[in-house]
T-cell receptor, first 117, second 112 residues
């Protein structure tokens, strides 16, 4: 299994440009997530999905959009990039960690480093 | 006030020392407590998880949760240079979607 893969690894965008960050997982996980990580700020949830066709906002969704047409793929779209979106973006997927419980281990991809100038 | 507070460090210790990390939180609904390790320029990976209060041990790692004080800890015994990383605490109320709330991370340096 490749786990969670993200492309591209690095990207520099000009203000106002748009781009899509790709995320794919081959573990057949239902749950997928997008986070951003700013220095010293931990990870903040942007969007998440509990299955194909179902997405919901996280803590910091403004300026982003997602779609989930398949179990494997969960792309993140940035429209009209702004300097405030300079960050490292992580995609994650999860499965049930404890039988009968409701907690899950999240598997993270290697991240995409995005700079908006 | 952040929902989860974590000292950013860096925490520098000599090889073989005990590393002590902690987080405080304000949301009493949190039931699941996790520690993730993140090496430089990599994604986080799950190190330990604990449900509710109590201790859990796994090799050199011990996780403690005190829900009455809203305080969790991670101890690393016999620390090695390979333990140098950023350690993130994360918490969940266990609701649908399993949304995690992360602390800001503590950077740990273990010097040979």
């Amino acid at each position: 299994n490749a786990g969670v893969t993200q492309t591209p690894k690095f990207r520099i965008l000009k203000i106002g440009q748009s781009m899509t960050l790709q995320c794919t997982q081959d573990m057949n996980h239902n749950y997928m997530y997008w986070y951003r990580q700013d220095p010293g700020m931990g990870l903040k949830l942007i969007y998440y999905s509990v299955g194909a066709g179902i997405t919901d906002k996280g803590e910091v969704p403004n300026g982003y959009n997602v779609s989930r047409s398949t179990t494997e793929d969960f792309p993140l779209r940035l429209e009209l990039a702004a300097p405030s979106q300079t960050s490292v973006y992580f995609c994650a997927s999860s499965y049930r960690l404890q039988t009968g419980g409701s907690t899950y281990e999240q598997y993270f991809g290697p991240g995409t480093r995005l700079t908006v100038t | 006030q952040k929902e989860v507070e974590q000292d950013p460090g860096p925490l520098s210790v000599p090889e073989g020392a005990i590393v002590s990390l902690n987080c405080t939180y304000s949301n009493s609904a949190f039931q699941y407590f996790m520690w993730y390790r993140q090496y430089s320029r990599k994604g986080p990976e799950l190190l330990m998880y604990t449900y509710s209060s109590g201790n859990k041990e796994d090799g050199r790692f011990t996780a403690q949760v005190d829900k009455s004080s809203k305080y969790i800890s991670l101890f690393i015994r016999d620390s090695q240079p390979s333990d140098s990383a950023t350690y993130l605490c994360a918490m969940s109320a266990g609701a649908a979607g399993n949304k995690l709330t992360f602390g800001g991370g503590t950077r740990v340096l273990v010097k040979p």
